[in-house]
């Protein structure tokens, strides 16, 4: 009949909680290292036309995208202020918004594949005929970084009132995350026509 009745000092338990911060999102995966290029040895009794020799390593793959950081908690609305005979209890304040997850670094992309030398014998009247390309072992891309996190609204300034439902102030965002690094890129394989190392084209 009388109303509240404060039997101790009043504590911070009015208040509305602060809202939880965002997790962090996970790395990227890394991206494989690209396939060998085996040591090969080719031998030729006779050649008639052209031959094309292409030696090539294999590529790096892609490393994987950052994960998105998760958006920050909203904060807890407080409690209205309570009448007693002792006294005016409150209001409690309003819970701050937690802040955004930090976005996950991207994946390192993966290193091109190693070569190994390539040896060729042939009659040395067709060597002309011989035609010969090595291609570099291009790295992988690195991958995209996650996007960081919102921030949580702050709680409402009245019970009852859904924090989504007035302009409440937002926590800090989350930090995007970095991207991967590139992959090494590995070069093509040395050709060796008849013992003599050939310059043939190179390609990437």
């Given at each position: 009949?009388?109303?509240?009745?404060?039997?101790?000092?009043?504590?911070?338990?009015?208040?509305?909680?602060?809202?939880?911060?965002?997790?962090?999102?996970?790395?990227?995966?890394?991206?494989?290292?690209?396939?060998?290029?085996?040591?090969?040895?080719?031998?030729?009794?006779?050649?008639?036309?052209?031959?094309?020799?292409?030696?090539?390593?294999?590529?790096?793959?892609?490393?994987?995208?950052?994960?998105?950081?998760?958006?920050?908690?909203?904060?807890?609305?407080?409690?209205?202020?309570?009448?007693?005979?002792?006294?005016?209890?409150?209001?409690?304040?309003?819970?701050?918004?937690?802040?955004?997850?930090?976005?996950?670094?991207?994946?390192?992309?993966?290193?091109?594949?190693?070569?190994?030398?390539?040896?060729?014998?042939?009659?040395?009247?067709?060597?002309?005929?011989?035609r010969?390309?090595?291609?570099?072992?291009?790295?992988?891309?690195?991958?995209?970084?996650?996007?960081?996190?919102?921030?949580?609204?702050s709680?409402?300034?009245?019970?009852?009132?859904?924090?989504?439902?007035?302009?409440?102030?937002?926590?800090?965002?989350?930090?995007?995350?970095?991207?991967?690094?590139?992959?090494?890129?590995?070069?093509?394989?040395?050709v060796?026509?008849?013992?003599?190392?050939?310059?043939?084209?190179?390609?990437?």
């Amino acid at each position: 009949m009388i109303g509240y009745v404060l039997s101790e000092p009043p504590d911070l338990r009015m208040d509305g909680a602060d809202g939880s911060p965002g997790a962090a999102g996970e790395a990227g995966s890394p991206g494989r290292t690209g396939g060998a290029t085996k040591i090969a040895e080719v031998t030729i009794g006779r050649l008639s036309g052209t031959l094309l020799l292409l030696a090539a390593g294999g590529a790096g793959g892609s490393g994987g995208a950052g994960g998105d950081g998760g958006d920050g908690g909203d904060g807890g609305t407080g409690t209205p202020a309570l009448r007693t005979p002792t006294g005016v209890l409150g209001p409690g304040r309003q819970g701050a918004g937690g802040h955004g997850g930090d976005g996950g670094a991207g994946g390192k992309g993966g290193n091109g594949g190693i070569s190994s030398n390539v040896f060729i014998s042939l009659p040395p009247a067709s060597a002309g005929q011989l035609r010969v390309i090595t291609v570099s072992g291009e790295g992988g891309r690195g991958g995209v970084g996650g996007q960081g996190g919102r921030g949580g609204r702050s709680g409402a300034p009245v019970t009852g009132v859904r924090p989504e439902d007035v302009e409440s102030p937002r926590a800090a965002p989350g930090c995007a995350g970095p991207d991967g690094r590139n992959g090494l890129r590995r070069p093509g394989p040395a050709v060796f026509v008849n013992g003599r190392r050939v310059e043939g084209e190179t390609r990437s």
